[in-house]
């Protein structure tokens, strides 16, 4: 061989377990949206870096409990996209927050809504802040982790998932 070849790692982690149950409503580009249901979402994740002094990427057993913390974080919660530019989401002082989407209203016990920082809450970008929150948390969490690439998909049926790869400098 002419050349050595460059050579990357990773760890995917795809478990029974890494797993939640979260309603929410897509919006179309033509303002029209689904109706309000939910997905059983299953969480696959992929990590990059180098490899310690020991061989490894990460431990698997010191992720896992992080993508599991995400997942129970989000299990049994209304999932509202907070970027959204027509949808209001205004915790009320009885403990309500009602939801306003053009002609839609919903009034849901404010603890079982989670605000997201996103524009939509599609299985794509239901991915990209799983894998922003996740890197957050390996960042703080393992400091000696230099992370080159993190791959994270969010399947919110069998075969059907959304993904996205952050890469590192």
């Not at 249901?37 to 698997?60: A, P, R």
């Not at 239901?126 to 982790?145: C, D, K």
Request: hydrophobic letters at 40%.
């Amino acid at each position: 061989m002419s050349q050595t070849p460059r050579r990357t790692w990773s760890i995917k982690v795809a478990k029974d377990y890494l797993k939640f149950s979260a309603a929410h409503f897509l919006i179309f580009p033509d303002g029209s949206a689904e109706r309000l249901h939910g997905h059983n979402y299953k969480v696959f994740v992929d990590i990059g870096c180098g490899l310690d002094e020991h061989g490894l990427v990460l431990n698997f057993k010191e992720i896992k409990p992080l993508i599991r913390a995400i997942c129970d974080e989000l299990d049994e919660h209304l999932l509202i996209p907070g970027e959204h530019h027509e949808l209001t989401c205004e915790a009320l002082p009885n403990g309500q927050s009602e939801i306003r989407y053009r002609e839609r209203l919903y009034h849901i016990p404010t603890e079982e809504v989670i605000v997201l920082p996103i524009s939509n809450s599609s299985a794509e970008n239901l991915a990209g802040w799983v894998a922003e929150e996740l890197a957050r948390r390996i960042v703080h969490g393992f400091p000696h982790v230099t992370l080159r690439r993190l791959e994270v998909g969010i399947e919110e049926t069998p075969g059907q998932r959304g993904v996205v790869c952050l890469e590192f400098a």
